[in-house]
């Protein structure tokens, strides 16, 4: 590492280099080149990556988000559905999290539950599902869960690209998805690409970075570098050294194994949601695209062995397995302390990583790249304060993360292995969320328990996950007089019209993605 004297760098922010490529990184170059490459602000932005380091490639659940980054940085659904061979993705199912007993099933669909804005419907579930009390909240509180049970899609073919009768996100193919980004970025963008192994930095004496050393002999100046290197954190990590915060004494998960199981047959049933399924030691994951399914088992090595951990995939996916090769994965799980560290801001894996359970990886790159570009620091003397607004941010989102993982764990009720004995004892889970816990017994998650502005995950996926792990509560009955009871009563009405519906008019989820394949959406 060399120090250049003499560049104190408080000029203007002109060139943004990406360091890294992969989904963080081609979403950050592509976020950034259409926010601000072509405009007023002459930005250039570049993005270096290495032909010899593998992308990491299983990040293929999405949040609803993804649509609007898709639209921001000018990418069509019909033309990411085709090239992604990506398909439709309406929530999660959680199998066996309860207690695993027959039957143990619940979904945290996409959509809030009806009225959201009118009223809340969680202290009125079981008074009003009248002859059916033990019906799940999701079921009675929205029509999104039936949609998944029939594995119909959430829009129809006339639907304008991005709208749908329901809210929904999508499954993908990693590799495709970084591709149309990449070839999308320079084609369309014009990001400049650059291909080389990075070997050195240089610094300015501020302590900034002034440019990367390249294996060729080049080198790349920039104003904003955006580490998306991965777990290889090559800036966040090396350059800077930026401490890692593990969050292993929460969430177990150490590991993972992951396999690309084909369809039976040509026209299988694509499933409209990510189904987890529980398992001894941990949880399998099972989401369909259009050509395949993606599957992996995500355990804690501290409770089984990556031998037995494979032989519970192979199991779980059946004869077919047996022509497959599986993938491992190592898991480090938590974040840094600060993400922004002078003008390097870290983005993706190399900012920090956790179990997929709720689809969190991607929606963290858009939601890092929001900020970025859309609050992008016009010079050096500006970028200080945006980092530490970024830090306070994302320390607060990545606690929020880990918190609500943690719930799906932290309520249930088996007892049948260690693994999730240990997960609902006391000692693992966080001060904050027993707070939370111990004032749901009495009042329904709101919004006022959410005081961030903006939430990953805000009231509704909390009362999805407590009503459907079964999480006793102590709610007062609503007198059937008070307006919000009437409130209440006519919106469960309403849901049982827009589901039947909604059960009537979408198709099939196959059906309509093979229809985007042969005739395209309604471009808006």
């Known amino acids: 590492m060399e120090t250049q004297q003499g560049e104190a760098r408080t000029g203007a922010i002109r060139t943004i280099v990406v360091v890294g490529g992969g989904s963080a990184g081609w979403i950050a170059a592509a976020r950034l080149a259409a926010r601000h490459a072509r405009g007023t602000d002459d930005i250039v932005v570049k993005l270096v990556e290495s032909s010899t380091v593998p992308t990491i490639g299983v990040g293929e659940g999405t949040w609803p988000t993804m649509r609007n980054t898709l639209a921001k940085i000018g990418i069509g659904e019909t033309d990411f559905l085709r090239s992604c061979d990506a398909a439709f993705k309406q929530g999660a199912q959680f199998v066996g999290w309860k207690d695993g007993s027959p039957g143990d099933a619940y979904y945290h669909p996409l959509n809030p539950p009806a009225g959201a804005t009118e009223v809340n419907l969680s202290p009125h579930w079981q008074h009003l599902a009248g002859a059916a009390p033990d019906r799940a909240f999701a079921d009675w509180a929205d029509f999104q869960a039936a949609l998944c049970d029939a594995g119909l899609a959430p829009k129809t073919i006339t639907a304008p690209e991005y709208g749908g009768v329901a809210n929904y996100a999508y499954h993908l193919d990693a590799g495709k998805f970084a591709t149309l980004l990449r070839d999308h970025a320079v084609g369309r963008l014009g990001v400049e690409h650059i291909v080389a192994d990075v070997t050195g930095v240089t610094m300015a004496d501020n302590g900034d970075i002034a440019r990367l050393e390249l294996a060729d002999g080049g080198s790349v100046a920039g104003d904003l570098f955006v580490d998306c290197t991965g777990f290889a954190a090559l800036l966040i990590g090396k350059v800077y050294d930026v401490p890692f915060r593990s969050c292993r004494d929460v969430l177990f998960a150490d590991r993972a194994i992951a396999m690309q199981v084909p369809y039976a047959e040509e026209d299988a049933p694509i499933t409209s949601h990510t189904v987890s399924t529980a398992q001894d030691a941990g949880w399998i994951w099972d ?3 259009w050509a395949r399914r993606g599957t992996g088992y995500v355990y804690s090595s ?17 004869p077919a397995a047996e022509q497959l090769s599986a993938r491992r994965i190592t898991i480090e799980a938590g974040h840094r302390e600060r993400f922004w560290q002078n003008n390097c801001v870290a983005v993706g894996l190399s900012a920090g990583f956790l179990e997929p359970l709720e689809a969190s990886a991607l929606m963290l790159i858009e939601a890092s790249m929001d900020a970025i570009a859309d609050r992008l620091p016009r010079t050096r003397a500006a970028m200080d304060t945006a980092a530490r607004q970024f830090n306070e941010s994302f320390t607060h989102h990545w606690a929020r993360i880990i918190e ?6 932290a309520i249930t009720k088996r007892v049948d292995t260690a693994f999730w004995r240990d997960n609902a004892a006391a000692r693992s889970i966080p001060d904050s969320l027993k707070e939370r816990l111990a004032l749901w017994r009495e009042h329904p998650p709101a919004p006022q328990d959410f005081a961030h502005a903006r939430e990953v995950f805000s009231w509704p996926s909390y009362q999805y996950v407590l009503h459907g792990m079964g999480f006793e509560t102590h709610y007062p009955a609503i007198a059937a007089t008070t307006p919000d009871a009437a409130i209440a009563r006519r919106w469960t009405g309403r849901i049982e019209r827009m589901r039947a519906d909604a059960v009537a008019q979408m198709p099939r989820n196959r059906d309509l993605l093979r229809a985007i394949r042969e005739h395209g959406l309604q471009a808006v």
């Open 302 to 318: 501290a409770h089984i062995d990556d031998d037995a951990a494979e032989a519970a995939l192979r199991a779980y996916v059946g």
């Open 404 to 409: 609500f993982l943690k719930l799906h764990y």
């Open 287 to 289: 989401i369909g695209l």
